[in-house]
């Protein structure tokens, strides 16, 4: 079972940046990489991006797409989303979950759904 631990959310005006983090940590978590999912309330879960642990990214969801930036650190197990020019709509609570992509498919593949950060875009 992989636990993660999120931090960085916040509320921020539209056109603002946040940068979320996540610890990652247990026996298998070289074995996936690892991504950020988003969910608002009465919608469902939507990847973000996922990111090996050698650096090699999965795309990126549409309407983050050259806004938002995931990277790793492998020695530190820390994942991260650089989030910017941020919109109403990017709110939502955000996970960092242990993923697995080809083209642009993301599939979570969760140990622990951890308790999330949650980004709130003022307009």
């Known amino acids: 079972q992989i636990q993660v631990a999120e931090s960085g959310g916040e509320l921020v005006q539209a056109g603002g940046s946040l940068r979320l983090s996540c610890t990652a940590s247990?026996?298998?978590?070289?074995?996936?990489?690892m991504g950020w999912f988003r969910q608002a309330p009465g919608k469902g879960r939507e990847a973000v991006s996922c990111?090996?642990?050698?650096?090699?990214?999965?795309t990126y969801a549409a309407s983050t797409e050259g806004r938002f930036t995931i990277s790793q650190d492998n020695a530190k197990k820390m994942v991260y989303l650089q989030m910017n020019n941020l919109k109403p709509e990017d709110s939502a609570m955000y996970h960092c979950?242990?993923?697995?992509?080809?083209?642009?498919?993301?599939?979570?593949?969760?140990?622990?759904w951890g308790q999330g950060t949650q980004v709130t875009v003022d307009s």
């Open positions: 990111i090996t642990w050698s650096g090699v990214k999965s």
């Open positions: 247990g026996p298998n978590v070289d074995v996936y990489g």
């Open positions: 979950a242990a993923c697995h992509f080809k083209e642009s498919s993301i599939l979570p593949l969760p140990g622990h």
